[in-house]
C-alpha cells in the first residue's frame, strides 16, 4: 500500500475477517461496556494538539464539526448515542471503544465495498464526500484519507458512507491514524484491537505497520 503523509503520520492498517456477517455477531456487551471503563489514555491538551497539528500540513482544519473522530467519541458519550446498551455493530462498537481509549483516531470501513487498488494521501483541494446515510458532506481538501480507485474512502475526521460496514459485513479495513510520538498509545490500539477482535473468532493480518 501507497503511504504519503507528514514526517510525524504513522498509520497502522490492517485487515478483519469475521467468520460471520458482523450483524449476526450476538451479545456485545463485553466489547460496549467500554464505553463506560475509567479511560486507558487521558485525551491530554498537548496530546490533541500533536493529532491535530498532523492533520493540519495541506491546509485541512481539524475543528469545530471536522474534528477528528476520537474527540467526538466524548461527545456521543455524553449525549448518550454509545453506551454498553446502544451501539452500532462488531466492527464499528471495537474501533470507537478502542478509539476512546487510546484517544487515536480510528476508522474501520468494508474491504468488499473498495474498488482498486488503496493508497492513503492528501485529498485535492476541493474534494467533497458524504459522510452519512442522509447525504451529509465533508469539504475534505488537503486532508489524510485512505482512498480507493472511486475516492475516499477513510479518514480520521469522517469515513466515506460509501464505504461504511453494514450488517452483511464480512471483511474490513482498519487504519489507526498515528503520530510517531504516540507509539504507545499506537501499540495499545492494535493489542486492544485484537484481543476485543479475537473474542468473536475475527482473524487480523497486518497491511501496513511500522517502517
Known amino acids: 500500500m501507497k503511504v504519503m503523509g507528514p514526517a510525524e503520520f504513522l498509520p497502522i492498517v490492517f485487515r478483519t475477517v469475521f ?21 486507558d489514555y487521558e485525551m491530554t491538551e498537548s496530546f490533541k494538539k500533536d493529532i ?24 456521543a458519550l455524553s449525549e448518550m448515542w454509545l453506551s454498553p446498551a446502544k451501539g452500532i455493530n462488531a466492527a464499528v462498537d471495537i474501533c470507537n471503544v478502542v478509539s476512546l481509549h487510546s484517544g487515536l483516531p480510528i476508522s474501520v470501513i468494508d474491504a468488499q465495498k473498495t474498488t482498486g487498488l488503496l ?24 486532508l489524510l484519507a485512505l482512498c480507493d480507485g472511486v ?11 460509501r464505504t461504511k460496514t453494514d450488517t452483511t459485513t464480512t471483511e474490513t479495513i482498519s487504519i489507526i491514524w498515528g503520530h510517531r510520538d504516540h ?11 485484537h484481543d476485543l477482535l479475537a ?13
Do not use: W
Not at 151 to 161: F, N, R, V, Y
Open 19 to 39: 467468520e460471520k456477517p458482523i450483524g449476526k455477531t450476538g451479545d456485545l456487551l463485553f466489547v460496549r461496556q467500554g464505553f463506560q471503563n475509567p479511560l
Open 119 to 142: 493508497k492513503i494521501s492528501h485529498l485535492p483541494e476541493k474534494t467533497i464526500y458524504v459522510f452519512n446515510p442522509s447525504g451529509q458532506s465533508l469539504k475534505g481538501g488537503g
Open 52 to 75: 491535530r497539528d498532523m492533520l493540519r500540513h495541506e491546509g485541512f482544519k481539524p475543528t469545530g464539526r471536522n474534528k477528528p473522530a476520537s474527540e467526538y467519541l466524548r461527545k
Open 199 to 211: 473474542k468473536i473468532n475475527a482473524r487480523i493480518s497486518i497491511i501496513h505497520g511500522f517502517d
Open 183 to 193: 507509539t504507545d498509545r499506537m501499540e495499545y490500539a492494535l493489542s486492544r484491537q
Open 151 to 161: 475516492g475516499p474512502s477513510a479518514t480520521p475526521i469522517k469515513d466515506s458512507q
